[in-house]
Structures are given as structure tokens and as C-alpha cells.
């Protein structure tokens, strides 16, 4: 993800906490999408249509779940899906208002196995420009925009200038930050 991606206003990503992530594979789990703000509301009772699609981009043989569609009622404001998550792959729950068709956002969950689902997984990118070269805002905008994004780690990557990812760390060095700032280039 660049940093003109890291900018984009998705609002699942921005608007909502999907809990858990990352489920188990081959195992059914609920999932919790809650709104984080009061400027979207699921409500109670209403109806919400879902359309399910597993990504099989796995070398595993195709999972045994299949694409659909399904109506989930909001309860408490939030939503819950219950869904079997075959094999690890990707999991897409594609949500719209079933009243309206509007769209509320795509939902992405991970299935994973055993060997890989007791690890901790991390965020981050250690591909980003700043404007020191072809990218937008300061290394400072750049990775106050990773913290936003929830990233664990990230490094500011300028063509040929190193100094922007130690400008990056330096404006953060007085500060209890809760990412890893790397040092890097692009070369």
C-alpha cells in the first residue's frame, strides 16, 4: 500500500471495528462489525444483505465454502455473522442496506491454520514516499497517517534519501508511539 492508498477514505476501514480478524480455519466463528462513530448507526432489527465470497488463492484445493448471499438482522446497533470459514484464505463480506441497496462496505476476514493462526500477526508497509521525493505530505504527515492506519510498523522509503525515514523517527522520539518507525531508502 503506498501512501496515496493510505490516504484513501475507505470507510470500512475507517468507520468500523471488525472483531476477530482472523479466525480459525475450518471452523465456524461470529463475527462482530460495529460501528465507531455516531455517524453510522446499524439500529436494531434491521436488515442488512450480505454477499459471501471465500478467496480460494491458496495452493490448498479449493475450500469447501461457496460464494452466497444471505440477510443478517442489526442487533444493538452492530451486526454479527456467523460463518464457516473453510481453509486459510481471504473471506469477503460485501454489505449493503437490503432496504435501499447502499452500500455499507466491504469486510475482509482471514481464515488461517493452526501453525500460522497462533502467531501475532503485524500491520505495516515498508514501501511509503513522502514529498522528499514522488509521494505527499511530510515524513512526520506520513507516519502519523500509518499510527492512524493502525500499522505496527512502517518505513518512509524516498528515492535516494535516507534522511526523510530518520526525519520521520525524530519527530516521534519524545512521544509514546505505538508503531515501529524504520529506517529505509529506495535505491
Known amino acids: 500500500m503506498g501512501d496515496k492508498e493510505l490516504e484513501k477514505n475507505k470507510k470500512e476501514l475507517n468507520f468500523f471495528e471488525v472483531t476477530p480478524k482472523i479466525v480459525e480455519a475450518d471452523k465456524k466463528s461470529t463475527i462482530e462489525i460495529k460501528p465507531l462513530y455516531d455517524n453510522f448507526n446499524f439500529g436494531n432489527n434491521k436488515e442488512f444483505k450480505v454477499i459471501y465470497k471465500p478467496i480460494h488463492n491458496t495452493s490448498e484445493p479449493a475450500a ?12 444493538n446497533g452492530k451486526l454479527f455473522l ?61 507516519a502519523a497517517l500509518g499510527r492512524k492506519r493502525g500499522f505496527d510498523f512502517m518505513a518512509v522509503t524516498d528515492h535516494r534519501r535516507y534522511t526523510p525515514s530518520v526525519e520521520a523517527q525524530n519527530i516521534f522520539e519524545d512521544a509514546a508511539i505505538d508503531i515501529n518507525l524504520v529506517n529505509g531508502e529506495e535505491v
Open 64 to 75: 469447501e465454502a461457496q460464494a452466497g448471499e444471505f440477510t443478517v438482522t442489526s442487533n
Open 82 to 142: 456467523n460463518q464457516y470459514f473453510a481453509g486459510e484464505q481471504e473471506h469477503i463480506f460485501i454489505i449493503s442496506e437490503k432496504e435501499n441497496d447502499e452500500n455499507i462496505g466491504d469486510f475482509h476476514i482471514y481464515s488461517l491454520k493452526d501453525d500460522l493462526y497462533c502467531r501475532k500477526p503485524l500491520k505495516g508497509d515498508l514501501h511509503l514516499h513522502t514529498s522528499r521525493s514522488d509521494g505527499e505530505g511530510s515524513p512526520g504527515y506520513i
